[in-house]
């Protein structure tokens, strides 16, 4: 068998075949002066390449842990804003007698 490069000739015909493994084998078929069929196929299957699933996985979990710390900071930083403004109305503001929000 001869190793298929391209469509060399317009009475060829292309077919592609794939596996359980997913991976695509090609080749093409004519027939020659005599009927009798010529088959040009390759002599390596075409496979994908495999799904890096640890890296996948690694990616999103950081991603959850890195959302999930910036939003506790930013529950720090609010928290302790309103804290400070609420110490602030209890240790001034009763002295002056004046209605405090927070």
Not at 24 to 36: G, Q, T, V
Not at 40 to 57: D, F, H, Q, S, Y
Not at 81 to 89: Q, S, V
């Amino acid at each position: 068998m001869d190793v298929v490069e391209d469509r060399e000739d317009p009475d060829e015909n292309f077919c592609a075949y794939y596996d359980d493994d997913a991976c695509r084998f090609a080749y093409i078929y004519s027939y020659d002066e005599k009927r009798k069929i010529v088959i040009k196929a390759k002599k390596e299957r075409e496979c994908p390449l495999p799904v890096n699933v640890l890296g996948i996985v690694l990616s999103v979990i950081g991603a959850i842990v890195l959302i999930g710390s910036a939003l506790l900071l930013l529950w720090k930083l609010v928290t302790t804003i309103h804290d400070r403004r609420e110490f602030i109305c209890v240790t001034v503001v009763p002295c002056k007698q004046v209605f405090c929000w927070v």
